[in-house]
Structures are given as C-alpha cells and as structure tokens.
C-alpha cells in the first residue's frame, strides 16, 4: 500500500536516506531495523510526507505520492507516531483522545475500543499528559493515532526506555491493532520486538537497506543480520 523506490533524501549536503527501496502493505507487520542515525526516523518520516524526496518515488496504493503534502498522505491513511510521542503536557488523557478524535475516519477504532485496548489510559482519563510515565505517554500517543483509523501505522521506536511489562502490552496492541486490519511499520533499534511481531524485516545501514527478508529467513540468518546492526554492512 505503501512503498519507497529508489528514494533519497538529504539534510543540507548530508545524504540521510540512499536509493531505498521497500513496501508495506495494510495487511503485514513490517519492521526496520538499524543502529543510531541509521536513518530510520528519516524513512518513517519520509513514508509520512513530512521531508522531500531528493531522488525516487513515494507510491501509496500503487499511485506516485512523491509530491503529496503531509496532509493529504494523512487522509489517505498513513499515521506517524513520533518517537517524541508528541502528547500535549497540558490536556487531559480525555483531551488528548478527543484532538485525535478530531481525525476521525470511519473505522473500526472509536474512543470505547481504544480506551478498551488501553484500560490504563482508562484508569488515568483525567490525568495531564504531564503526569503520565513514559509508557502511558505512548499509549496516549497511539491511541490517539488509532481515532484517526489509519491504514497504516508508522510507530517510531515506540518500545524505547519502557519496562519489559510494557513491551509486553505493547505487543499484544500492536498484534490487535494488526489483526483490526492496520498495517504497521515499526522502527526498531534491535530484533527483539520486531522478532515476536513482523513477517517482514529491513535493516538499515548508513541511510540503505543492508538487508531484506521475512522473518523466517532472518532466523535463518540472524547472526549475519545481528552484525550487520552492530558492526555495519561493510563488516
Ligand atoms: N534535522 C536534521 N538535520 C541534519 N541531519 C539530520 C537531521 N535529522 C537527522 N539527521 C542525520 O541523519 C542521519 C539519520 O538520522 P535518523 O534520525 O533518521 O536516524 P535513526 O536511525 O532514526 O537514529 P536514532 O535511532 O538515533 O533515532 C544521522 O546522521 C542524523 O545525524
């Protein structure tokens, strides 16, 4: 549904993303997999529209989105989750969901459903986004992207910092979230989640694609793949 071919993308002078090709579809958990600066909050954003194609094409749903304001590529079903998370500090968890409400496309995700998937952001409804710990703050931000019913869900190192309890929940959203018919394109650090979620794996290095594969095949080359996280592709 959604796919990069070829695509660069440059900070100033500095090349960030090289030639990268990739694709995810609405019917598959896709992660991308690299070190820091790797380029990966690069990609995430690019998907989103929200930096300029120096080089290649952005498709969604087969059709050239390269030109697309972020705007448009957000009604055509494409949501980031920042790794900032984003939430408003100074609004409620109940305030926070009713701006993501604000997105609402028909779908299955209502506000019911998503406080269902989320009981703790039901027990903290009036809190201040101030007031919540880093992994409530991610539901916060997740949830609300989930009101906008998107089709495909850009998560950016959402697991980060949290307490392997919260990984835990975090998965079984994101496994739910999945089976309600979202995509997802999750940005990793390392193969832990991406391991127990995704069929398919990229892994990036210096701003390309250093490998591709299912996660079958990553089993079967995982030594391989860890180094190539760790070390580098050249290694
Ligand atoms: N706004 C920016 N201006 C200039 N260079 C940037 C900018 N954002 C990122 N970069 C550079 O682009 C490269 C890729 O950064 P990016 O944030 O996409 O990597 P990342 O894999 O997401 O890393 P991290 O895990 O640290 O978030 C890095 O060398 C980074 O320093």
Do not use: C
Not at 8 to 14: I, K, L, R
């Amino acid at each position: 549904m959604i796919a990069l071919e070829q695509a660069s993308v440059q900070y100033g002078h500095a090349l960030a993303l090289s030639e990268v090709t990739l694709h995810a579809g609405t019917d598959e958990i896709v992660a991308i997999v690299g070190r820091n600066g790797a380029g990966k909050s690069t990609l995430l954003k690019t998907l989103a529209g929200l930096l300029p194609l120096m080089h290649g094409r952005r498709m969604i749903d087969g059709q050239d989105a390269s030109r697309d304001s972020v705007e448009r590529i957000s009604r055509l079903g494409v949501a980031l989750v920042p790794d900032t998370r984003r939430i408003f500090p100074n609004l409620s968890v109940q305030e926070n969901l009713r701006i993501g409400a604000l997105a609402h496309r028909p779908g299955y995700w209502t506000m019911p459903r998503v406080l269902e998937i989320f009981p703790r952001l039901q027990e903290r409804i009036a809190f201040g986004g101030d007031q919540l710990s880093g992994g409530e703050q991610q539901m916060l931000a997740i949830a609300r992207a989930l009101l906008g019913n998107p089709r495909v869900l850009l998560l950016d190192e959402p697991t980060e910092g949290l307490a392997p309890v919260i990984v835990g929940q975090l998965i079984g959203v994101f496994a739910e979230v999945h089976r309600q018919g979202t995509g997802i394109v999750l940005v990793e650090q390392n193969l832990r989640v991406p391991m127990r979620l995704a069929q398919r794996q990229y892994v990036l290095d210096h701003g390309s694609v250093a490998w591709s594969g299912s996660t079958e095949e990553l089993l079967a080359q995982r030594e391989q793949v860890e180094s190539i996280i760790t070390l580098g592709a050249a290694a």
